[in-house]
Nanobody
Framework: VQLQASGGGLVQAGGSLRLSCAASGRSFSSVVMAWFRQAPGKEREFVGAIRWGTMTSYAEPVKGRFTISRDNAKSMVYLQMNSLKPEDTAVYYC????????????????????WGQGTQVTVSS
C-alpha cells in the first residue's frame, strides 16, 4: 500500500484545513486508516482513525474539532480540521493497517503497516 498525504499549510488560529490521503496498491475498503501527528521534539501522536464503514475514533484533544472520513471508491481518506489551535501545529501522517484493529490499539503507531510521507500543518496565533 502506498500512501500520499496532502493539504497541509499555514493557517491562523480558528481556521480550517482539510488533509487528504490517497491510497493505492490494494483493495481499500477493509483497510483501517488513521492520522497521526508529530510536533518538533515530541513523539508521534494519534489523532484519529476510521475503520470499516464509518466507525471513527478520535484523540481527546481533537474531539469535536476534527473529522475523519473516507471515500472507498476513490481510495481516499480525509481529515477535516476546524477551530485549529497553535498546539495543532505538527507534521501530519496518514497510516494504514491491513488487519482488523480493536479500539485499544488504534492509537499505537506499531499497529499500522504503512505510512505516508507527512504534510506540515502550521497554525499561527
Amino acid at each position: 500500500v502506498q500512501l500520499q498525504a496532502s493539504g497541509g499549510g499555514l493557517v491562523q488560529a480558528g481556521g480550517s484545513l482539510r488533509l487528504s490521503c490517497a491510497a493505492s496498491g490494494r483493495s481499500f475498503s477493509s483497510v483501517v486508516m488513521a492520522w497521526f501527528r508529530q510536533a518538533p521534539g515530541k513523539e508521534r501522536e494519534f489523532v484519529g482513525a476510521i475503520r470499516w464503514g464509518t466507525m471513527t475514533s478520535y484523540a481527546e484533544p481533537v474531539k469535536g474539532r476534527f473529522t475523519i472520513s473516507r471515500d472507498n471508491a476513490k481510495s481516499m481518506v480525509y481529515l477535516q480540521m476546524n477551530s485549529l489551535k497553535p498546539e495543532d501545529t505538527a507534521v501530519y501522517y496518514c497510516a494504514a493497517a491491513l488487519g482488523r484493529l480493536i479500539t485499544g490499539v488504534l492509537a499505537t503507531p506499531a499497529s499500522y503497516d504503512y505510512w505516508g510521507q507527512g504534510t506540515q500543518v502550521t497554525v499561527s496565533s
